[in-house]
């Protein structure tokens, strides 16, 4: 800076270094306040719908030999329901009737759209197949984290084993009846990467194999969300093998709509077409109960429920649509 007319060089650098001194300072406060600012909202998430962030079995084979695990007996914060704002961040894992009928996951909205590319798999290959449910295994983690990120509510994504060779989980011995299972004493799921193809006749559509996978982790998403175990207290307290059907047929419907809710929000980068859907309502509708099966074997659902219930949550994309708890027509959960 050049020092005005009359005035000494001395006289100049002082004023110079004060207006030097305000300029820092001025640009220290700046500072100090775009830091408080972001320190305030460092733990904010948002919780719209564009937000980032015991063991059951399928097909037709009850879930009877699965040990649900230990979780809190009730929400800690205090009693009755609050809003999803004022939960959120707490984490804190519901129970009780809460968690199964008014949980807060149910609140969530839609899943996200998350990238989910998959290549199909070689079913004629255990290697293939493996790679390709652990593929599909990576999009549910990301999927079902930003949701629970979203109710406030702890998750751990479950662990994998995908088998060729047999072996035992602490639920049951593999290879098991159905192919396939979620154990929630070790919270894993347990897929026998030959088995299910032989059991699905060598099908070669991979949504097949994608909603199988679904199906399993829908179960660990009702253990993660506290209303697994609350289902299997009192399952285990009925002591009419009917009602206990009924128990098992709404954990089983909810799982098949959890799965569509993914799938249905993967479709487009998968990409599952039309096709899909059809193929996947299909399979729905062969792992439901036989029309003509007794009352005592009726524990997935009728063939219409099952179908009905797949076909929700794919067009929903909602947790909350696949609240098959707090159904008032009981023909829905049949």
Known sequence: MYAGFGESPTSAARRANRRATGLTTALVVVLLALALLSWTTAGEEDTGPGASADGTGSGAVPDSDEKPGQEPSGWTGGGGRTGLS??????????????????????????????????????????????????VADCLDDAWRTQFARAGIPFTPPERVFWEEPGASPCREYPSRAGAFYCRASTSIYIGTSDVVEKWNGATRSVVYASLLAHEYGHHVQGESGLLEYYHEQRELSEDPLERN???????????????????SVRVSYPLDEGDLETL???AAATADREDSPEEERTHGSVDNSVRWTRTGWEEQDPGACNTWDVSDGSLVH
């Open 86 to 135: 004022e939960r959120f961040g707490q984490q804190e894992r519901p129970s009780g009737h809460v968690a199964l009928v008014d949980n807060p996951l149910y609140g969530t909205g839609r899943l996200s759209p998350r990238p989910c590319p998959v290549a199909e798999p070689d079913v004629d290959e255990a290697e293939s197949m493996e790679t390709f449910l652990n593929a």
């Open 246 to 264: 009924s128990w098992t047929r709404r954990s089983e419907l909810q799982a098949n709509c959890l799965a569509g809710a993914f799938l249905g």
């Open 281 to 283: 309502l299909t399979d």
